[in-house]
């Protein structure tokens, strides 16, 4: 069984001033066992817009990409 879990939070802005809040979603991968059955293992992680826009990492470490939207943004 999988969760996923906000583990990250932060504003970004385009070239156009406007700004965005970008989410980071972490999923947690059940490795139960007979010693420990709530044992979990960190998967992928995955980065929208709080308004639901599916966001890649760009070039820049700091720069992103709006893929609906082919927008770069930056975090501020």
Do not use: C, N
Not at 6 to 26: C, H, N, P, S
Not at 58 to 68: A, G
Request: net charge negative; hydrophobic share 40%; proline share 5%.
């Amino acid at each position: 069984m999988k969760r996923e879990v906000e583990i990250e939070r932060f504003r970004a802005k385009a070239k156009d001033g406007r700004e965005y809040t970008i989410v980071v979603l972490q999923q947690f991968i059940s490795a139960a066992h007979l010693t420990d059955p709530q044992a979990e293992i960190p998967g992928l992680k995955r980065l929208i817009t709080s308004t639901g826009l599916v966001v890649t990492p760009d070039d820049d470490p700091e720069s992103f990409k709006i893929l609906q939207t082919d927008q770069i943004v930056w975090k501020i």
